[in-house]
């Protein structure tokens, strides 16, 4: 089931799903990292976007 577009609950903002365009895109802004550092920085610590945040030095 994709996700709800207009569902930007704290739930929405507290992980990051890299199989989904428009999240990919606001993280990638978000962080100012590009889409392959996400990845890579999802891959390693999973989708925590506060986990994401401290390995980017973005916390």
């Known amino acids: 089931m994709a996700d709800d577009l207009k569902d930007r609950g704290a739930q929405d903002r507290a992980r990051i799903n890299i199989n989904e365009e428009h999240e990919v895109r606001y993280w990638t802004e978000a962080l100012g990292v590009n889409e392959q550092q ?9 989708v925590s976007a506060d986990e994401v945040r401290r390995l980017l030095g973005k916390s």
Do not use: I, N, P, T
């Open 38 to 46: 996400l990845r890579a920085a999802v891959a390693e610590v999973g």
